[in-house]
């Protein structure tokens, strides 16, 4: 007789508090359909309070997924709770991505390789700069800082409204990250070729203060991981004083790739299609 499992389905989830207006959803189910794959991907609202019984039922089976994705707030307790999380998560302190595999809960965090795919779409050659300025030390900075560094860029400049902030990040990632008060923003980009704001400022409209972009080299990018906007008033800042800019759409984008992989066995690409999909969806809604 049949094994009745290979009957069912494959399913994942995003999961977070509040998740509603997730887009991974989106993302995942239009790479289910363009591969014909008898699958799902849903939202999972679900409290910090139950995080913990929700990643019980995902070890036990009861769920009936076979992983998914975190976000705010349950990175750190996903991390926490896993049973085998890579050295990316373990550096972080923090999972955006679980699955299940012979009885075994798995954790690794692919927003550093999102970062990092994204620019390499969008501006090939990125990373022969030799020097980067990241602006913010808040959460989101640790993946990408992590990138960078990963990504044999020799000199990172973490730059923050609160220097001991900053301080951690660097005795967190190591030699290469120095820690910077906000005054010394312009002496720290003087030759950069990487300037990333990993800051809210300019997020949903709210204000961003005026950056002088010119000590960059010339051609440095300058990049954002805030997508709505899509082009941020940095951004817009950053191009009028003729720099390239790559937007954070496709950190989004390409942070779901590994995950899906791993849930449904197949690799997908991130497409013009998918990109404009979001997009519009960006435009409906904000």
Known sequence: MADSR????????????????????????Y????????????????????????????RDGS????????????????FKLADRPDELAEELGASNTLWMEEGILHATNTDGYGFTANLDDRH????????AVIFGAGGAS????QAVRDRGIGEIHVVNRTLPRAKEL????????????????????????????????G????????????PLRSGAVVTDIVYIPLKTPLLTQAEEQGFPIVDGLGMLLHQAVP????????????????????IADMERHG
Do not use: C
């Open 31 to 58: 790479w289910l359909k363009q591969f014909g794959i008898a699958g799902s991907y849903r939202a999972e609202a679900v409290t910090e309070a139950d995080f913990p019984a929700f990643i019980r039922s995902l």
């Open 63 to 78: 769920s009936g997924y076979r992983g998914g994705n975190v976000t705010i707030p349950h990175k750190e307790l996903a």
């Open 170 to 201: 660097a005795d967190r990632f190591g030699a290469k990250v120095h820690a910077h008060p906000l005054e010394g923003l312009n002496e720290v980009m003087t030759g950069a070729g990487l300037f990333v704001n990993t800051t809210s400022l």
């Open 6 to 29: 290979e009957t069912f389905l494959v399913n994942a989830f995003v999961t977070g508090w509040p998740v509603k207006h997730s887009r991974s959803p989106m993302i995942h189910n």
């Open 142 to 145: 640790r993946a990408v800082i």
């Open 124 to 131: 090939p050659g990125w990373d022969r700069a030799d020097r």
């Open 203 to 214: 997020m949903d409209g709210s204000p961003a203060p005026d950056v002088n972009f010119s």
């Open 259 to 278: 995950g899906f992989e791993k849930w449904f066995g197949r690799r997908p690409t991130v497409d013009a299609a998918l990109r404009d999909i979001v």
